[in-house]
């Protein structure tokens, strides 16, 4: 147990529809990263906070958006949802930023019907 | 544009010998690499890291070797355990950059 928290496990939706994933960081870690896993893909990074300020921002679309809250957790929210979108999001924390170990949630398995 | 590859999806090893898992890397800035391991319905755990600075770096069963000329670094386990069985992602960045990561390889590591 990595000691981060994602919810839901799993999500079905349709097209079109919007979502939110949510993190929980380790305890006492500052950064939140989000990575996405399409079939057969490594992870994408999307997007990093860092004590709730936007850190480094990767492939993440216009359609995705994502906050840290002053209690830390985080959400990733999807939406105008696409087939393409299908994919495993993993969230990770690690204490600082940058070189940290990042230590990974369990993922959310989002499938778009 | 993927900057960090693992050109084998799948490597299968007989118990006790030697895995070798291996990456590419296009970026010369990068300067930090990581390995992680991922079983099945788990997010990824970190294995091993190294700066480019060594050449190579050991933890145990696991090796971490970087040839920065060529711009590959590999992993090896030895002896394997049927328990190494997993994904295997490998991760670069550069200075004050995110992590890039490979497609993963998955082992198999058979009794």
Not at chain 2, 43 to 71: C, H, M, Q, W, Y
Not at chain 2, 75 to 91: K, M, R
Request: hydrophobic share 35%; with cysteine; glycine share 8%.
């Amino acid at each position: 147990d990595s000691g981060v928290t994602q919810t839901p496990k799993h999500l079905i939706t349709a097209t079109g529809q919007r979502v939110t994933l949510r993190c929980s960081p380790r305890s006492g870690d500052l950064s939140v990263y989000w990575y996405q896993q399409s079939l057969d893909q490594g992870l994408q990074f999307l997007i990093q906070y860092y004590n709730g300020e936007e850190r480094a921002k990767g492939n993440i679309l216009e359609r995705f958006s994502a906050q840290q809250f002053p209690d830390l957790h985080s959400e990733l929210n999807l939406s105008s949802l696409e087939l393409g979108d299908s994919a495993l999001y993993f969230c990770a924390s690690s204490v600082v930023s940058g070189r940290d170990e990042q230590f990974f949630g369990p993922g959310t398995r989002l499938t778009v019907l | 544009d993927q900057q960090v590859k693992q050109n084998s999806p799948s490597l299968s090893v007989q118990e006790g010998r030697i895995s070798i898992l291996n990456c590419d890397y296009t970026n010369s800035m990068f300067d930090y690499f990581l390995w992680y391991k991922k079983y099945p319905a788990e997010g990824p755990t970190f294995l091993i890291s190294i700066s480019s600075i060594k050449d190579k770096n050991e933890d145990g069963r696991f090796t971490v070797f970087l040839n920065k000329s060529a711009k590959h670094l590999s992993l090896h386990i030895v002896p394997s355990q049927p328990g190494d069985s997993a994904v295997y992602f490998c991760a670069a960045s550069a200075p004050f950059n995110k992590f890039y990561f490979g497609s993963g390889t998955k082992l198999n590591v058979k009794p």
